[in-house]
Protein backbone atom coordinates (compact mmCIF):
# COMPACT_ATOMS: atom_id res chain seq x y z
CA UNK A 1 0.00 0.00 0.00
CA UNK A 2 1.57 3.69 -1.18
CA UNK A 3 0.44 6.81 0.82
CA UNK A 4 1.65 10.41 0.74
CA UNK A 5 2.55 12.81 3.39
CA UNK A 6 5.15 15.29 4.51
CA UNK A 7 8.23 14.86 6.59
CA UNK A 8 8.13 16.57 9.23
CA UNK A 9 11.22 15.28 11.47
CA UNK A 10 14.51 13.56 10.26
CA UNK A 11 16.70 11.87 12.89
CA UNK A 12 19.56 9.24 12.83
CA UNK A 13 18.43 8.16 9.53
CA UNK A 14 15.04 7.81 10.30
CA UNK A 15 11.91 10.15 8.79
CA UNK A 16 8.78 10.73 10.47
CA UNK A 17 6.14 11.56 7.81
CA UNK A 18 2.51 12.88 8.68
CA UNK A 19 0.08 11.54 6.54
CA UNK A 20 -3.81 13.15 6.74
CA UNK A 21 -5.77 10.00 7.02
CA UNK A 22 -3.60 8.20 9.39
CA UNK A 23 -1.23 10.23 11.49
CA UNK A 24 2.79 9.71 11.96
CA UNK A 25 4.99 6.94 10.31
CA UNK A 26 8.00 6.04 11.25
CA UNK A 27 10.40 5.67 7.67
CA UNK A 28 13.38 4.49 6.59
CA UNK A 29 14.86 6.35 3.08
CA UNK A 30 15.05 3.80 -0.25
CA UNK A 31 18.99 3.41 -1.11
CA UNK A 32 18.13 4.99 -4.21
CA UNK A 33 17.98 8.69 -2.76
CA UNK A 34 21.86 7.76 -1.26
CA UNK A 35 22.73 6.41 -5.01
CA UNK A 36 21.41 9.53 -6.12
CA UNK A 37 23.02 11.96 -3.73
CA UNK A 38 19.34 13.20 -2.55
CA UNK A 39 19.09 13.53 1.18
CA UNK A 40 14.99 13.72 2.15
CA UNK A 41 14.17 17.46 4.02
CA UNK A 42 12.12 18.04 6.59
CA UNK A 43 8.82 19.74 4.55
CA UNK A 44 9.78 17.57 1.35
CA UNK A 45 6.22 15.72 0.38
CA UNK A 46 6.63 12.27 -0.24
CA UNK A 47 5.56 8.79 -1.34
CA UNK A 48 6.24 6.18 0.96
CA UNK A 49 5.26 2.77 0.96
CA UNK A 50 3.60 1.30 4.26
CA UNK A 51 5.13 -1.65 5.64
CA UNK A 52 3.13 -2.14 8.81
CA UNK A 53 0.02 -0.02 9.15
CA UNK A 54 -0.31 -1.11 12.78
CA UNK A 55 3.57 0.08 13.86
CA UNK A 56 3.19 3.12 11.37
CA UNK A 57 6.30 1.83 9.83
CA UNK A 58 6.94 2.60 5.95
CA UNK A 59 9.60 3.32 3.42
CA UNK A 60 10.32 6.55 1.22
CA UNK A 61 9.72 5.68 -2.08
CA UNK A 62 9.87 8.88 -3.69
CA UNK A 63 10.52 12.62 -3.12
CA UNK A 64 7.72 15.16 -4.72
CA UNK A 65 9.26 17.75 -6.37
CA UNK A 66 9.99 20.84 -4.25
CA UNK A 67 8.88 24.04 -4.71
CA UNK A 68 12.25 24.94 -2.98
CA UNK A 69 15.06 23.82 -0.57
CA UNK A 70 16.77 26.12 2.44
CA UNK A 71 20.02 25.24 3.04
CA UNK A 72 20.23 26.70 6.45
CA UNK A 73 17.90 25.94 7.96
CA UNK A 74 17.54 22.74 6.10
CA UNK A 75 13.91 22.27 5.22
CA UNK A 76 12.23 22.33 1.93
CA UNK A 77 8.79 23.78 0.12
CA UNK A 78 8.93 26.54 2.30
CA UNK A 79 5.97 29.47 1.68
CA UNK A 80 7.66 32.36 3.94
CA UNK A 81 9.58 32.61 6.83
CA UNK A 82 8.54 34.34 10.37
CA UNK A 83 11.58 35.22 12.73
CA UNK A 84 10.56 36.31 16.04
CA UNK A 85 12.39 38.67 18.12
CA UNK A 86 11.59 39.93 22.00
CA UNK A 87 11.38 43.80 22.10
CA UNK A 88 12.83 43.99 24.91
CA UNK A 89 14.59 41.25 27.53
CA UNK A 90 16.64 40.71 25.84
CA UNK A 91 16.69 44.16 23.62
CA UNK A 92 16.69 43.42 19.74
CA UNK A 93 19.89 41.97 18.17
CA UNK A 94 19.34 44.50 14.69
CA UNK A 95 23.13 42.87 13.58
CA UNK A 96 21.41 39.23 14.33
CA UNK A 97 18.18 39.86 12.66
CA UNK A 98 19.69 41.98 9.86
CA UNK A 99 21.80 38.37 9.01
CA UNK A 100 18.45 36.15 9.26
CA UNK A 101 16.79 38.84 6.99
CA UNK A 102 20.06 38.72 4.08
CA UNK A 103 20.06 34.97 4.35
CA UNK A 104 16.35 35.24 3.47
CA UNK A 105 16.62 37.50 0.76
CA UNK A 106 19.14 35.38 -0.47
CA UNK A 107 17.27 32.14 -0.70
CA UNK A 108 14.21 34.17 -2.02
CA UNK A 109 11.72 33.84 0.86
CA UNK A 110 9.75 36.57 2.16
CA UNK A 111 10.18 36.80 5.73
CA UNK A 112 7.85 38.50 8.21
CA UNK A 113 9.19 39.97 11.58
CA UNK A 114 7.47 39.47 14.80
CA UNK A 115 8.86 41.34 18.25
CA UNK A 116 7.11 39.84 21.07
CA UNK A 117 7.16 40.92 24.92
CA UNK A 118 5.49 43.95 23.58
CA UNK A 119 4.04 44.31 27.41
CA UNK A 120 7.48 45.22 28.32
CA UNK A 121 8.06 48.57 26.36
CA UNK A 122 6.62 51.52 25.96
CA UNK A 123 4.20 52.24 22.15
CA UNK A 124 6.88 54.80 20.95
CA UNK A 125 9.13 52.17 21.73
CA UNK A 126 7.26 49.46 19.51
CA UNK A 127 6.54 52.77 16.70
CA UNK A 128 10.25 53.07 16.29
CA UNK A 129 10.90 49.37 15.78
CA UNK A 130 8.00 49.13 13.39
CA UNK A 131 9.42 52.30 11.11
CA UNK A 132 13.10 50.69 11.19
CA UNK A 133 12.12 47.23 9.25
CA UNK A 134 8.67 48.45 7.56
CA UNK A 135 10.71 51.28 5.53
CA UNK A 136 12.57 48.75 4.08
CA UNK A 137 9.11 46.85 3.31
CA UNK A 138 8.88 43.84 5.53
CA UNK A 139 5.99 42.83 7.07
CA UNK A 140 5.77 43.82 11.16
CA UNK A 141 3.81 42.04 13.77
CA UNK A 142 3.62 42.75 17.44
CA UNK A 143 2.80 40.02 20.52
CA UNK A 144 2.80 38.95 23.79
CA UNK A 145 3.24 35.61 24.68
CA UNK A 146 2.68 36.09 28.32
CA UNK A 147 -0.74 38.75 28.05
CA UNK A 148 -1.45 36.50 24.95
CA UNK A 149 -1.66 39.23 22.47
CA UNK A 150 -1.21 39.61 18.83
CA UNK A 151 -1.68 36.15 18.59
CA UNK A 152 -4.67 36.25 15.76
CA UNK A 153 -2.81 38.42 13.39
CA UNK A 154 0.16 35.72 13.72
CA UNK A 155 -2.33 32.85 13.08
CA UNK A 156 -3.95 34.84 10.18
CA UNK A 157 -0.48 35.06 8.77
CA UNK A 158 0.72 31.31 9.19
CA UNK A 159 -2.79 30.18 7.30
CA UNK A 160 -2.48 27.73 4.24
CA UNK A 161 1.58 28.20 4.29
CA UNK A 162 4.57 26.68 5.46
CA UNK A 163 6.35 28.89 7.51
CA UNK A 164 9.90 28.14 8.53
CA UNK A 165 9.46 30.10 12.36
CA UNK A 166 13.32 30.90 13.69
CA UNK A 167 14.72 33.28 16.67
CA UNK A 168 17.58 33.70 19.07
CA UNK A 169 16.98 32.00 22.24
CA UNK A 170 15.34 33.20 25.44
CA UNK A 171 12.92 35.27 23.17
CA UNK A 172 10.09 33.80 23.85
CA UNK A 173 9.77 31.65 21.02
CA UNK A 174 8.50 28.41 21.98
CA UNK A 175 5.87 30.01 24.34
CA UNK A 176 4.64 31.59 21.38
CA UNK A 177 4.82 28.14 18.97
CA UNK A 178 2.75 26.46 21.91
CA UNK A 179 0.19 29.24 22.05
CA UNK A 180 -0.53 29.16 18.03
CA UNK A 181 0.08 25.57 18.06
CA UNK A 182 -1.53 23.98 21.20
CA UNK A 183 -1.52 20.36 19.48
CA UNK A 184 2.33 20.79 18.98
CA UNK A 185 3.35 19.35 22.17
CA UNK A 186 0.99 16.62 22.08
CA UNK A 187 2.81 15.96 18.69
CA UNK A 188 6.12 16.29 19.88
CA UNK A 189 5.65 13.95 22.39
CA UNK A 190 4.04 11.26 20.00
CA UNK A 191 7.15 11.99 18.36
CA UNK A 192 9.37 11.76 21.44
CA UNK A 193 8.00 8.12 22.34
CA UNK A 194 8.42 7.12 18.91
CA UNK A 195 12.20 7.78 18.89
CA UNK A 196 12.40 7.21 22.35
CA UNK A 197 15.23 10.43 22.52
CA UNK A 198 12.95 12.29 25.05
CA UNK A 199 13.72 16.45 24.72
CA UNK A 200 17.28 15.77 22.97
CA UNK A 201 15.17 16.52 19.72
CA UNK A 202 14.90 20.36 19.84
CA UNK A 203 18.57 20.39 17.57
CA UNK A 204 17.03 19.34 14.72
CA UNK A 205 14.39 21.19 12.75
CA UNK A 206 10.81 20.06 13.21
CA UNK A 207 7.95 20.44 10.80
CA UNK A 208 4.44 20.91 13.52
CA UNK A 209 1.27 20.94 12.08
CA UNK A 210 -1.20 23.47 12.71
CA UNK A 211 -4.09 22.19 10.91
CA UNK A 212 -5.56 21.84 7.31
CA UNK A 213 -2.26 22.75 5.12
CA UNK A 214 -0.86 25.28 7.56
CA UNK A 215 2.41 24.01 8.92
CA UNK A 216 5.11 25.59 11.07
CA UNK A 217 9.14 24.34 10.74
CA UNK A 218 10.54 24.88 14.14
CA UNK A 219 14.10 25.61 13.88
CA UNK A 220 16.53 25.40 16.95
CA UNK A 221 17.58 29.15 18.42
CA UNK A 222 20.12 30.95 16.97
CA UNK A 223 23.06 33.12 18.70
CA UNK A 224 25.25 33.66 15.74
CA UNK A 225 24.57 33.55 11.98
CA UNK A 226 27.67 33.10 9.25
CA UNK A 227 26.73 34.71 5.87
CA UNK A 228 27.70 32.40 3.20
CA UNK A 229 27.89 31.65 -0.61
CA UNK A 230 27.49 35.01 -2.39
CA UNK A 231 30.30 38.13 -2.19
CA UNK A 232 30.51 41.97 -0.79
CA UNK A 233 29.47 42.84 -4.03
CA UNK A 234 25.89 41.34 -3.79
CA UNK A 235 25.32 42.24 -0.31
CA UNK A 236 23.82 45.20 -1.38
CA UNK A 237 20.70 43.94 -3.09
CA UNK A 238 19.64 41.99 -0.14
CA UNK A 239 19.15 45.21 1.99
CA UNK A 240 15.58 45.84 -0.16
CA UNK A 241 15.45 50.04 1.03
CA UNK A 242 18.86 50.99 -1.01
CA UNK A 243 16.73 50.08 -4.55
CA UNK A 244 15.48 53.34 -4.83
CA UNK A 245 18.11 55.64 -3.90
CA UNK A 246 21.01 53.56 -6.21
CA UNK A 247 19.96 55.40 -9.26
CA UNK A 248 21.40 58.44 -7.92
CA UNK A 249 24.91 56.89 -7.38
CA UNK A 250 27.65 58.62 -9.92
CA UNK A 251 29.49 55.30 -9.90
CA UNK A 252 27.51 52.53 -11.40
CA UNK A 253 28.58 49.41 -8.47
CA UNK A 254 28.92 51.47 -6.56
CA UNK A 255 29.77 49.73 -2.88
CA UNK A 256 27.88 52.40 -1.10
CA UNK A 257 31.18 52.55 1.51
CA UNK A 258 33.89 54.97 0.32
CA UNK A 259 32.23 56.71 -3.26
CA UNK A 260 31.03 59.93 -3.46
CA UNK A 261 28.28 61.49 -4.85
CA UNK A 262 26.97 57.84 -3.10
CA UNK A 263 23.23 58.27 -3.73
CA UNK A 264 22.44 55.86 -0.51
CA UNK A 265 24.52 57.88 1.93
CA UNK A 266 22.64 60.83 0.56
CA UNK A 267 19.52 59.30 1.70
CA UNK A 268 21.36 58.04 4.52
CA UNK A 269 21.85 62.01 5.62
CA UNK A 270 18.49 63.02 5.18
CA UNK A 271 17.07 60.24 7.17
CA UNK A 272 15.44 58.32 4.80
CA UNK A 273 17.41 55.38 5.44
CA UNK A 274 17.74 53.81 9.09
CA UNK A 275 21.35 53.92 10.59
CA UNK A 276 20.84 51.00 12.38
CA UNK A 277 20.75 49.26 8.85
CA UNK A 278 23.38 51.23 7.15
CA UNK A 279 25.55 50.39 10.03
CA UNK A 280 25.39 46.55 9.85
CA UNK A 281 25.45 46.93 6.11
CA UNK A 282 28.90 48.46 6.64
CA UNK A 283 30.00 46.21 9.38
CA UNK A 284 28.79 42.82 7.13
CA UNK A 285 30.98 44.03 3.97
CA UNK A 286 33.70 44.30 6.00
CA UNK A 287 32.86 40.66 7.20
CA UNK A 288 32.93 39.60 3.52
CA UNK A 289 35.82 41.27 2.92
CA UNK A 290 37.79 39.68 5.17
CA UNK A 291 37.08 36.30 4.33
CA UNK A 292 39.41 34.37 2.92
CA UNK A 293 39.16 32.48 -0.69
CA UNK A 294 40.47 29.10 -0.50
Not at 247 to 264: L, T
Amino acid sequence: MYMQGKIIKGIAGFYYVHTEEAGIFECKAKGIFRKEKIKPLVGDNVEMEVLDPEKKTGNITEILTRKNALVRPAVANIDQALVIFAADKPSPNFNLLDRFLIMMEHQQVETVICFNKQDLVESKELDKLKSIYEECGYQITFASAMEQKGLEEIRNILVGKTTTVAGPSGVGKSSLINLLAPGAEMETGVLSEKIDRGKHTTRHSQLLHIEGHTYIVDTPGFSSLYLMGFEKEELKHYFREFAAYEPYCRFQGCSHIHEPDCGVKTALAEGKISSIRYDDYRMLYKELKSVKKY
